[in-house]
């Protein structure tokens, strides 16, 4: 259990160092931002979760329409999202509960509609990819919304996510983790620049 918090706050420590040494290039079609999220479960087809994660993430947006004051943008835009959640908690089987913790690397492509120039509605979809024998890799759907808030001259992210995980096939023996049919929530913070 120490050796997962000293990996854990090694890769904060790590992902932080990034942020803060990274020059904030003002780029007109494009644009990149960096975070952490903190997630809960919210549904399983097969039983309770009890689950809550934490993680780190980094993104790029491709902008399609006119922007204004070259921070922010009304339209349309496409995303790339590559992160790393790391849950901890219960799962509920049938006639048993498992303690358990595992982590996940959400790889995901999408798109956000800005309706006004801070405020934007977000779909993603792609997979997410296993990093252990307690979950399997699966499709994932993210709708979110969020909103851009100007911080002097820095710009703060703020999101809310909810991540589906269509059930698949699978042995009754697998746990909802590894057959998928699941879903957890995520508030986002992030730095754009």
Same mark, same amino acid.
């Not at 975070?35 to 039983?47: D, F, Q």
């Not at 689950?51 to 790339?80: D, P």
């Not at 399997?136 to 996510?161: C, F, K, N, R, Y």
């Not at 995980?165 to 049919?181: A, N, S, Y």
């Given at each position: ?6 990996? =854990?706050?090694?890769?904060?420590? *790590?992902?932080?160092?990034?942020? *803060? =040494? @990274?020059?904030? !290039?003002? #780029?007109?079609? $494009?644009?990149?931002?960096? %975070? ?6 919210? $549904?399983?087809? !097969? %039983? ?21 004051? %070259?921070?922010?943008? =009304? /339209? ?12 901890? /908690?219960? #799962?509920?089987?049938? &006639? ?14 999408? !798109? ?9 509605? *977000?779909?993603?979809?792609? !997979?997410?990819?296993? =990093?252990?024998?307690?979950? &399997? @890799? ?13 911080? +002097? ?14 059930? +698949? ?5 697998? @746990?909802?983790?590894?057959? /998928? ?13």
């Amino acid at each position: 259990m120490k050796n997962n918090r000293k990996t =854990t706050n090694a890769v904060y420590l *790590a992902f932080f160092i990034l942020l *803060a =040494t @990274t020059s904030r !290039a003002q #780029v007109k079609s $494009y644009g990149f931002s960096a %975070g952490i999220e903190y997630a809960l479960s919210t $549904y399983s087809a !097969a %039983g309770p979760l009890s689950l809550s994660g934490q993680g780190i993430f980094v993104q790029g947006e491709r902008f399609f329409s006119r922007q204004h004051s %070259g921070k922010t943008n =009304t /339209g349309f835009s496409g995303t790339l999202n590559l992160g790393w959640l790391h849950f901890s /908690g219960t #799962v509920y089987a049938l &006639d048993s509960s498992v303690q358990t913790r595992f982590s996940v690397l959400p790889l995901l492509a999408g !798109a956000r509609y800005y309706w006004k120039e801070h405020y934007y509605l *977000a779909m993603q979809a792609g !997979a997410l990819v296993s =990093t252990n024998s307690q979950t &399997d @890799t699966h499709l994932a759907l993210t709708p979110g919304i969020g909103m851009i808030a100007p911080v +002097g001259e820095s710009l703060l992210e703020l999101s809310l996510q909810f991540t589906g995980v269509p059930r +698949g096939f699978g042995l009754p023996e697998k @746990t909802v983790l590894q057959r /998928g049919g699941y879903s957890f929530a995520a508030l986002r913070i992030a730095y754009k620049f």
